[in-house]
Every structure is written in structure tokens, then in C-alpha cells.
């Protein structure tokens, strides 16, 4: 299984914003240095985000985006599958019709229920459990996405 880019870059912005608290703010650009991601592809990122409510935007003089209780609280599984926005993430029978279908194959359900073991065990962390022991090394000497070469 592998993962979208959109949930790989959702689940930079949360663990970012997740070590900086939920008191303090960041800007799109602030995120896109940072993180080394496009802003283009990270105004979708929060938009998203904000419509589920894991993050918190504000505008004006005191604006920026805020981790929210509810991304701090929610298992990583959960996360990661509602970031996917897919409710067949590993195979979809029907998008092109399988041949198998007919004759009761049993990989769908196979892949399924190891999916669904994923999500459970992803279940068990939350974004608080990914923490890093040198946080600011990670980010000493950042470049932006634009200035890489």
C-alpha cells in the first residue's frame, strides 16, 4: 500500500503544527519553507484540513493556522484514512470490471480486512507520539521549495 502525496503532505502540516502547540500560529509560507512542499499544493492541504476541522484558520493581524483539539485527538489510522479520501484504498472491483468478480474471488476481502488491520494498529498512536529527540536540527539551514538548486 502506498500512501497519496495529499496525506503525506496533511500529515507534515499536523506534525509540524502539532510540535508548535496549539497556541501558536504558522503561515502558508511559514509551512512551505519549512516543509519543503509547493504553497500551491499546501493551500489544499489546509483547506482540507480546515473543512475537517483538524486545523484552525484564522485571518487578519493575529491569523495563521492552528493545530485543533480534534487532529490531537484523533488516531493516526483514522487520520490516514480520511486523508485518503478513498473508501476502496487498496482494490476497487468495480472501477474496471474484474472477471474474477463472478466467482467469488477473495483478494478484495483479503486486502480489506489487512487494510482495515492497518488502520487499527495506526489507531493506536496519535500525532503526539511522533515526536523528534533534535526538532530544531530538522529545520536548521531550510531552504524554500523554489531554492533547491
Given at each position: 500500500m502506498k500512501l497519496n502525496h495529499f496525506t503525506d503532505y496533511s500529515l507534515r502540516v499536523l506534525i509540524y503544527l502539532n510540535k508548535k502547540g496549539s497556541t501558536a500560529s504558522s503561515s502558508l509560507d511559514e509551512l512551505s519553507e519549512q516543509l519543503n512542499i509547493l504553497r500551491n499544493h499546501l493551500i489544499k492541504v489546509v483547506q482540507f484540513l480546515s473543512k475537517e476541522e483538524l486545523v484552525i484558520t484564522k485571518r487578519g493581524k493575529n491569523?495563521?493556522?492552528?493545530?485543533?483539539?480534534?487532529?490531537?485527538?484523533?488516531?493516526?489510522?483514522?487520520?490516514?484514512?480520511?486523508?485518503?479520501?478513498?473508501?476502496?484504498?487498496?482494490i476497487n472491483c468495480h472501477s474496471k470490471p474484474c472477471v474474477f468478480m463472478p466467482f467469488d474471488c477473495r483478494l478484495k476481502f483479503f486486502l480489506d480486512t489487512a487494510y482495515q488491520a492497518f488502520i487499527d494498529s495506526m489507531n493506536q498512536h496519535r500525532l503526539s507520539d511522533l515526536v523528534f529527540n533534535n526538532w530544531e536540527n530538522i529545520f536548521a539551514g531550510r531552504q524554500s521549495p523554489g531554492n533547491n538548486g
Amino acid at each position: 500500500m502506498k500512501l497519496n502525496h495529499f496525506t503525506d503532505y496533511s500529515l507534515r502540516v499536523l506534525i509540524y503544527l502539532n510540535k508548535k502547540g496549539s497556541t501558536a500560529s504558522s503561515s502558508l509560507d511559514e509551512l512551505s519553507e519549512q516543509l519543503n512542499i509547493l504553497r500551491n499544493h499546501l493551500i489544499k492541504v489546509v483547506q482540507f484540513l480546515s473543512k475537517e476541522e483538524l486545523v484552525i484558520t484564522k485571518r487578519g493581524k493575529n491569523g495563521g493556522i492552528y493545530i485543533s483539539d480534534k487532529a490531537l485527538n484523533t488516531g493516526l489510522g483514522s487520520l490516514i484514512h480520511l486523508l485518503e479520501q478513498d473508501d476502496t484504498p487498496v482494490i476497487n472491483c468495480h472501477s474496471k470490471p474484474c472477471v474474477f468478480m463472478p466467482f467469488d474471488c477473495r483478494l478484495k476481502f483479503f486486502l480489506d480486512t489487512a487494510y482495515q488491520a492497518f488502520i487499527d494498529s495506526m489507531n493506536q498512536h496519535r500525532l503526539s507520539d511522533l515526536v523528534f529527540n533534535n526538532w530544531e536540527n530538522i529545520f536548521a539551514g531550510r531552504q524554500s521549495p523554489g531554492n533547491n538548486g
